[in-house]
């Protein structure tokens, strides 16, 4: 049990660590290390892992991990790996807090956090791909999908909405 504890502990500290800019740019990584490298679960299960992640309150990445450290070790797995999810930013906020105001100002900073931005879009657009290929089976769940992304640039609405809406229709075209 304390070989499990550590592999997870490792392994979120790991995705928290190189995860920079939030929960969506940590799902390759989390696909990575649960999938690939430990095949701790099926593509099919990590895509309902981050499918629960994103339908509950708090941040996606805090929910995926403590969801997957509970399919895999219960609540002390839940627990270890929560925390190396999180310890990474907690210990770089404490210690980057009053150098990242000054830094806001500096020219050669705002370069660097305009880099940073652009590859945290290229990851959410990998995230979004990766999930893509397994959620979108067939031509109901490609009309979902089209139907909500449609509307989601049509209208600014609440991301529940969308939530909501994703699993009413998923009960209605898959009633089994």
């Known amino acids: 049990m304390i070989t499990i504890l550590l592999t997870l502990y490792w392994s979120f500290l790991k995705i928290g660590l190189f995860s920079i800019g939030g929960g969506y740019a940590m799902i390759p990584l989390m696909e990575a290390e649960l999938i690939t490298i430990h095949g701790w679960m099926s593509a099919s299960e990590f895509l309902d892992l981050i499918a629960i992640a ?8 805090v929910n995926a991990a403590t969801f ?8 002390a797995g839940a627990l270890t790996a929560t925390l190396g999810i999180i310890t990474p930013s907690l210990v770089l906020l404490l210690i980057l807090s009053r150098l990242l105001l ?3 100002q500096n020219p050669r900073a705002e370069n660097f956090l305009n880099g ?7 990851l959410i657009l990998l995230a979004s791909f990766t999930l893509g290929r397994s959620a979108i089976l067939d ?3 490609a009309l979902v999908f089209g139907g909500l992304l449609v509307f989601s640039i049509w209208k600014n609405i609440s991301p ?5 809406a994703g ?3 998923g009960l209605l075209l898959f009633p089994y």
């Open 139 to 141: 031509l109901p769940t």
């Open 54 to 61: 994103e339908a509950t309150p708090g941040p996606v990445s």
């Open 160 to 164: 529940l909405f969308f939530i909501i």
């Open 167 to 169: 699993a009413v229709l």
């Open 116 to 122: 940073l931005r652009s590859a945290l879009v290229a």
């Open 68 to 75: 997957a450290g509970y399919r895999l070790a219960g609540v």
């Open 102 to 104: 000054r830094a806001t």
